[in-house]
């Protein structure tokens, strides 16, 4: 698939910083370490519906991620999928009488809109779970073949036991897995599978459903946690420094994908740091596309909202916060976006060096772009109140928040 298209990111003065992030499998800090090409997999989406705000704060965290490592002269290699045949898609599309796949290319283009309105970097590589089947099978036929994956009514199931480091993503006790197994795609309550939390590798083709060919698995379509793992060890090889998606994802999908990562290459871990953003929720409730309880960035697009006040609404909480969106929060960033712009618009300013050097402290401290904004906030509310003679700073304030936080003033 293709991406969208990449806004320029500007090259700024100085040294950019080490990027110290939140591991969810330490449930500690760890300063990355990259080389010189990082190397990011982001979870993508499931195209049934809109871009909502939950999933922009997400992919917002992540774009963060690179603009962190891309002020560290690193280059990026960002890989991010599209789960474009799945159970939510062809249910929804069911539901309304649609074509999946008509569904399916009909979010996608959309979610590439509103990702290009947001200036999100695009992924290098833009994978679809359809077009990343060929690659599919040869890895569930291999753990079958290391005795780590069998056959349940010709369905084939991962066998959790086969991963020594199983559960060490995210830590959490059988007991509470197999509950957000059961709310979450995996089904631990049918007969007949050796471990309840065993996931679905290849589901048997089933009447109605749309099927490939899988070689010696039969017809039938991918489970979730083995396409994505099939497109980061493509694309990214083992240990790549950050397997990235929202909290809900932490148990069962990125746990089940470090374990299939690991048992079919002997290796471990599968990434050096597994980043979950926080849930944001509307009246009291996770924004689901299920629930229905959404906001889109597509309609306050559509409703004149400036993305550049969308993007500053989303970096006005700390990405591992669980956080409401409410029209405050909304008012608040085209507010902020208004004071910045009068700002940069002045022909000089105080000085900016010191602000570049506290932005950039800011977000290489796990992402921390509230403290970020607030120093933006107080180079404008500086200039206002004092003025200043340096006739660079207001364009280095515009690079700099272009640069680090991706918003074009
Ligand atoms: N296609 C899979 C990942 S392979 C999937 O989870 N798709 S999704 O469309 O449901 O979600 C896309 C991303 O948005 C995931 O990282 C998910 O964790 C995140 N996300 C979903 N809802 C929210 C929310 N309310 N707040 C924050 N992030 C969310
Ligand atoms: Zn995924």
Known sequence: MHAWPASEVPALPGQGRDLRIHDTATDGPVTLDPGPVARIYVCGITPYDATHMGHAATYNAFDLVQRVWLDTKRQVHYVQNVTDVDDPLLERATRDGVDWADLAVQETTLFREDMTALRMLPPRHYIGAV?????????????????????????????????????????????????????RGGDPDRPGKKNPLDPMLWLAAREGEPSWDGGTLGRGRPGWHIECVAIALD????????????????????????????????????????????????DGEKMSKSRGNLVFVSALRRDGVD???????????????????????????????????????????????????????ALANDLDAPAALAAVDRWAARQEAEGGTDIGAPGLVSRTVDALLGVAL
């Open 131 to 183: 077009e990343a089947i060929p690659g599919i099978v040869p890895l569930v036929e291999r753990l079958r073949d290391l005795g780590a994956a069998y056959d349940l009514d010709g369905d084939i199931y991962f066998s959790v036991d086969a991963d020594p480091h199983f559960g060490q993503v995210s830590n959490l006790d059988a007991a509470a897995m197999r509950v957000l197994s059961a709310e």
């Open 235 to 282: 694309h990214l090889g083992m240990t790549f420094d950050v397997q990235g998606g929202g909290s809900d994802l932490a148990f069962p999908h990125h746990e089940m994908g470090a374990s299939h990562a690991q048992v079919l290459t002997g290796e471990f871990p599968m990434a050096k740091a597994y980043v979950h953003a926080g849930m944001v929720g509307l």
């Open 307 to 361: 993305p550049a006040a969308i993007r500053l609404a989303l970096h006005s909480h700390h990405y591992r916060s669980d956080w409401e969106w409410t029209d405050q929060v909304l008012q608040d960033a085209v507010d902020r976006l208004g004071r910045w712009r009068a700002a940069v618009s002045r022909p000089d300013g105080p000085s900016a060096d010191a602000l570049v050097d506290e932005v950039r402290e």
